[in-house]
Each structure stands twice: as C-alpha cells, then as structure tokens.
C-alpha cells in the first residue's frame, strides 16, 4: 500500500508487521513498548543539535535576536517554531506542499514546547516594553525512518538546552543603551527551560488492541492510526494528539498515556547525560592550558595560570 | 602486458570519486568493463564513487553502496506489484522508473489462466529487458520458459539493503553469515538484486532475526559477520528456552 510520503509498503510486509505485534515481536527486533536509541550530536558553538532517532536523523539550529516585543506581551520574549521536511528525507518532500505532514508537524511541535511552557519567555526580556530576545528554531528534517514527529520535537528540545545566547548588559550615559557582550566578552547564557516535554507517538493496530511505540517507517505506513502523548518525566501531560486513525477508548489511550510517562523517564535520563557530557567537553575545550617550563620552577615563583 | 596486471599496478582496491581515471586501455587483449565504469577516449573512468575490482582478470567494476537499483538485463529483482495496466502489471523494483510485468510472462499462463498477483504482492522476476531510456521489462520465467523459482512470495517479511551488499550475499561460496544461520535456523532466503531480500521462517522471532541480521551486516568483516550471527543464534536459543520453561 502506498503512504503518504509515496514509500511502498507490500502487504506481504502489512501481514508480518500485524502478524508479529499480536507475538510481541517488531520487525526491527523491538518489543511493543521500546523506543529507539537516541544519539544526541550536540553542536561545540552552541548553535543547535543533531538527533539520530534508529535512522531518522533531524538537525535544528538555534538563533537568536533583539526584537521589540508583541503588543499586549511587553516582559515576555518569544520563541518561533519552524519544520523543514527536506527532499533528502523522502524525495516526496518538495515544493511547498511537502506531501501535508509539515504543517503538522509544526503544530506539533509548537504544543509540545510553546504552549506547554518550556521555555521560559519572560527570561527573554531585556528591557520591558523595549527590546525582548526574538529566539528562532529552525529543524530540518534530514533522514526519515519513520516517527518523524517525536524526532523533531526531540532535536528541538535538545537544541534549546544546547543554545547559548549571548549575555547583555545595560550601560550607557543613561542606563538606557543595550550592550550585547561577545563570547570572549562574557560567558554566553542558556535559555531558562522550566521543563522537558518529551513527543511519544504509538502507531495503532487492532482497533487500539496492540500499540507500537515509536514506529518505524513502515509501521508508520501500515497502522490502522496514530496517538502521541506529549508527557514529562513529572508524569504531566502536555498533550494528547490524535488526527486520524481508528477511534480509541478512554482506557486505551490512558495504557498510552501511562506507556508514555514512563518512556518519558527514561529520555529524561538520556537526554541529560547527553546534555552534562557536552557541557563537561565545552568547559574543557574552553580551558586553556598553560605548561610551566622546567627552568621557572626551578626558580619556585608562582606561575599564573591564566 | 594483460589487463590484471595493468589494473592491479594501479588502482585496483583504491577508492575513486566520479572523474578519477581508472584504466588507460591496453594496445592488445580485452577488457569488460562492469558497472560504475565509463569509457572516455582512451581512459576508463569512473561515474560513482567506489572501490576498483578486478575479477577473472578481465573484467574491472566499481564496488560501490548504492540504494537506487540501475536496471540490467539477466538479473534477478524482487519487485513489488504496483497495478495492473492492461495486459502487464506495474512493478516497482526500486530503480528510476517501474518495471512492467506481462501477464503472460508466467510459465502455463494463458488468456484463460491468468496469474494470481495483486497489487501489493511481492514477485521474484528476471529483467528480460534493461535500456537506459526505457522501462525495464520482466519476466516470471527462466530463458527456457520455466518457473524456475520466479512467481508471487507468499508471506515472509521483505528487507531492504544495499545492491552491492545483495551482491555480496549472493557469491559464491556462501557468505558465512548466511552459513552460520543456516547452521542453527531454518529459513527461506531470496535475494534480489536491485537491493530487496525475502525472508520466511516457520516462527516469527525467526524470520524477524534472519532479515535484521541480513540488513544489518553489511560492512561486517568475515569474522565479525560469523560472531554477529552466532550470538543471534544463541539469543534466540536463549529466548525459547525461556519461552518452554
């Protein structure tokens, strides 16, 4: 059967992946309710990340200016959302109408981080009323192996935790003047994230009977729906997104929701780690090492380390 | 001087990029130049980047990962059907344009008796006709009219690889990861050459293992394709041990 993005899927293919479900197995060697591993490329001059969700690979980058605030919004900076779906990714995804899944996805991603707060927007201000941090997220959509959604809303996130902005001070004769410090200047600063939502998509078989988390692409192609769950580790659910597919009950999409917390948890973790090894390799690339010569220690003074 | 020995001074086992001259052509004997390979003038050159091959010490052929199958006559492809367009199917064999599938092209197959093949089965064909500016045409039998193998696959769980890894898995002798599969499981293979396997055990676990292994071990090395499917064997061994418990 074709998909969306025009892949094929045999039904000889169709068969098996149902057939294997009902066994508890996936045909990438997966259980039901196991999420690819991720590997976070985290980006050495803060501009953004690199995700690798099983062979879906999405990169964003972060960038970040001085704006005037909206209207009624005077203390809050803003943060605006945008999905590219390359042609590289599926060669269906060309010209502006990028086979209907990017606007989707966009809304996806603009629940999963904007309207659930994440980032702190009122962190962003510079002067209120005045000038207010404009900060830009731009995801590309590299490699597509199925579940591009949660992908994205991953590398977003893992982006805005990467992303430094560069610090400002006040000063002039009046106070009044902003000064933006370069990286030599001063330390650059991370955004405030209150905290990680995390995107998790089942793919729907069976009427809802069997779920497949994160679904590969030809998962993807042949479920009967899809359900995501936009969750923190906090057990919060800051989503639940469902727009098309076979009808579900309560208590099937509350088994997702719970299936979802608890996969949630477990990305927490990894998302950290990946987050505290790239701060450990920043600072250390940052550290400049100063060897003493034989001769001055000899001579026992007490050399600067700068 | 032959050909091997003017290839192997060169540039056999190098990585070339498209451009690079691989061969001048030699005053006396014969070449067969193979896939990836050009002749410009007097050179050989290369339009893919790959690896220089000489086999059989005439024929010279990149050997390089592609995904997208270039159509040749003679080969084996497993396709997938796509539609029926008159008195042919439409198969996509995963190259640049689909294929097309005579419904007569299949052994005792007359007007009356027409072959089971619908849209979204999976077929095992040869390409009986592979032009560059055409659409390649296939057929469900061997030169003599015989099924030979050709025909519908009925169940089993396709995979995707590359067409040099399909290549690899069809030499001769057996690649040892096959080998060492074979040793412990009992599984149905097919390959085709334009980058699609088939695989069909009796149990899912099984046939789900084979057709991941297969995937998964291109760029192994002879040893490490022969751990890679030993520890798969044990895996599952393991597993249904656990399960008659």
């Given at each position: 059967?074709?998909?969306?993005?025009?892949?094929?899927?045999?039904?000889?293919?169709?068969?098996?992946?149902?057939?294997?479900?009902?066994?508890?197995?996936?045909?990438?060697?997966?259980?039901?309710?196991?999420?690819?591993?991720?590997?976070?490329?985290?980006?050495?001059?803060?501009?953004?990340?690199?995700?690798?969700?099983?062979?879906?690979?999405?990169?964003?980058?972060?960038?970040?200016?001085?704006?005037?605030?909206?209207?009624?919004?005077?203390?809050?900076?803003?943060?605006?959302?945008?999905?590219?779906?390359?042609?590289?990714?599926?060669?269906?995804?060309?010209?502006?109408?990028?086979?209907?899944?990017s606007?989707?996805?966009?809304?996806?991603l603009?629940?999963?981080?904007?309207?659930?707060?994440?980032?702190?927007?009122?962190?962003?201000?510079?002067?209120?009323?005045?000038?207010?941090?404009?900060?830009?997220?731009?995801?590309?959509?590299?490699?597509?192996?199925?579940?591009?959604?949660?992908?994205?809303?991953?590398?977003?996130?893992?982006?805005?935790?990467?992303?430094?902005?560069?610090?400002?001070?006040?000063?002039?004769?009046?106070?009044?003047?902003?000064i933006?410090?370069?990286?030599?200047?001063?330390e650059?600063?991370?955004?405030?994230?209150?905290?990680?939502?995390?995107?998790?998509?089942?793919?729907?078989?069976?009427?809802?009977?069997?779920?497949a988390?994160?679904?590969?692409?030809?998962?993807?192609?042949?479920?009967?729906?899809?359900?995501?769950?936009?969750?923190?580790?906090?057990?919060?659910?800051?989503?639940?997104?469902?727009?098309?597919?076979?009808?579900?009950?309560?208590?099937q999409?509350?088994?997702?929701?719970?299936a979802?917390?608890?996969?949630?948890?477990?990305?927490?973790?990894?998302?950290?780690?990946?987050?505290?090894?790239?701060?450990?390799?920043?600072?250390?690339?940052?550290?400049?090492r100063?060897?003493?010569?034989?001769?001055?220690?000899?001579?026992?003074?007490q050399?600067?380390?700068? | 001087?032959?050909?091997?020995?003017?290839?192997?001074?060169?540039?056999?086992?190098?990585?070339?990029?498209?451009?690079d001259?691989?061969?001048?052509?030699?005053?006396?004997?014969?070449?067969?130049?193979?896939?990836?390979?050009?002749?410009?003038?007097?050179?050989?050159?290369?339009?893919?980047?790959?690896?220089?091959?000489?086999?059989?010490?005439?024929?010279?052929?990149?050997?390089s990962?592609?995904?997208?199958?270039?159509p040749?006559?003679?080969?084996?492809?497993?396709?997938?059907?796509?539609?029926?367009?008159?008195?042919s199917?439409?198969?996509?064999?995963?190259?640049?344009?689909?294929?097309?599938?005579?419904?007569?092209?299949?052994?005792?197959?007359?007007?009356?008796?027409?072959?089971?093949?619908?849209?979204?089965?999976?077929?095992?064909?040869?390409?009986?006709?592979?032009?560059?500016?055409?659409?390649?045409?296939?057929?469900?039998?061997?030169?003599?009219?015989?099924?030979?193998?050709?025909?519908?696959?009925?169940?089993?769980?396709?995979?995707?690889?590359?067409?040099?890894?399909a290549?690899?898995?069809?030499?001769?002798?057996?690649?040892v990861?096959?080998?060492?599969?074979?040793?412990?499981?009992?599984?149905?293979?097919?390959?085709?050459?334009?980058?699609?396997?088939?695989?069909?055990?009796?149990?899912?676990?099984?046939?789900?293992?084979?057709?991941?292994?297969?995937?998964?071990?291109?760029?192994?090395?002879?040893?490490?394709?022969?751990?890679?499917?030993?520890?798969?064997?044990?895996?599952?061994?393991?597993?249904?041990?656990?399960?008659?418990?």
């Amino acid at each position: 059967m074709p998909g969306p993005t025009g892949s094929l899927v045999s039904s000889n293919e169709a068969q098996f992946i149902l057939k294997a479900l009902k066994e508890g197995h996936r045909v990438d060697g997966r259980q039901p309710l196991d999420f690819r591993a991720v590997k976070y490329k985290l980006s050495e001059d803060d501009s953004g990340a690199e995700v690798l969700l099983g062979r879906t690979r999405v990169f964003t980058a972060v960038t970040a200016e001085l704006a005037a605030p909206f209207g009624d919004r005077g203390n809050e900076g803003r943060v605006s959302y945008h999905v590219e779906l390359s042609p590289l990714a599926v060669p269906t995804f060309e010209g502006a109408r990028a086979g209907g899944a990017s606007p989707e996805v966009t809304a996806l991603l603009e629940r999963a981080l904007r309207d659930s707060g994440a980032v702190d927007t009122e962190a962003l201000c510079v002067v209120a009323g005045r000038k207010v941090w404009s900060v830009r997220v731009d995801v590309h959509v590299l490699s597509a192996d199925g579940n591009i959604g949660d992908a994205v809303v991953l590398c977003a996130l893992a982006a805005l935790l990467a992303f430094r902005r560069p610090a400002v001070s006040l000063g002039g004769s009046d106070g009044s003047q902003i000064i933006v410090h370069s990286k030599d200047e001063k330390e650059s600063v991370p955004l405030s994230v209150h905290h990680l939502p995390f995107s998790i998509t089942f793919a729907l078989f069976e009427g809802g009977q069997l779920i497949a988390v994160d679904p590969g692409r030809s998962e993807d192609i042949c479920c009967e729906g899809h359900l995501t769950a936009v969750v923190n580790a906090h057990g919060e659910v800051c989503a639940v997104h469902k727009a098309d597919g076979c009808p579900l009950s309560t208590d099937q999409i509350m088994r997702c929701i719970r299936a979802a917390v608890s996969t949630a948890e477990n990305l927490t973790t990894q998302l950290r780690a990946a987050i505290e090894s790239h701060e450990r390799a920043r600072i250390a690339q940052r550290v400049r090492r100063h060897t003493v010569p034989q001769d001055a220690l000899n001579g026992a003074q007490q050399v600067p380390v700068s | 001087m032959t050909v091997k020995k003017a290839a192997s001074l060169e540039s056999e086992g190098k990585v070339v990029l498209p451009g690079d001259e691989v061969l001048r052509i030699p005053e006396h004997g014969q070449i067969r130049i193979g896939p990836g390979l050009q002749q410009q003038g007097s050179k050989i050159v290369a339009t893919r980047p790959g690896v220089v091959r000489v086999a059989a010490g005439s024929k010279v052929w990149l050997d390089s990962r592609q995904r997208r199958y270039v159509p040749a006559e003679g080969e084996s492809v497993v396709g997938v059907v796509i539609d029926r367009m008159g008195e042919s199917f439409n198969v996509d064999i995963n190259g640049p344009s689909t294929a097309a599938l005579p419904l007569l092209a299949f052994e005792g197959a007359t007007r009356r008796n027409r072959p089971n093949l619908r849209t979204g089965d999976l077929v095992y064909a040869r390409v009986v006709v592979a032009h560059r500016d055409m659409e390649p045409e296939l057929s469900c039998m061997d030169v003599h009219g015989t099924a030979a193998g050709f025909g519908p696959l009925e169940g089993g769980l396709p995979e995707s690889v590359t067409t040099s890894h399909a290549r690899r898995l069809l030499s001769q002798p057996t690649p040892v990861l096959l080998r060492t599969l074979a040793g412990g499981l009992s599984f149905e293979l097919v390959v085709g050459q334009n980058g699609r396997v088939w695989v069909n055990a009796p149990d899912t676990a099984a046939t789900v293992a084979v057709a991941n292994a297969i995937q998964q071990s291109e760029g192994l090395s002879e040893k490490q394709a022969a751990t890679f499917a030993q520890e798969l064997l044990n895996g599952l061994q393991a597993t249904r041990a656990v399960k008659t418990e």
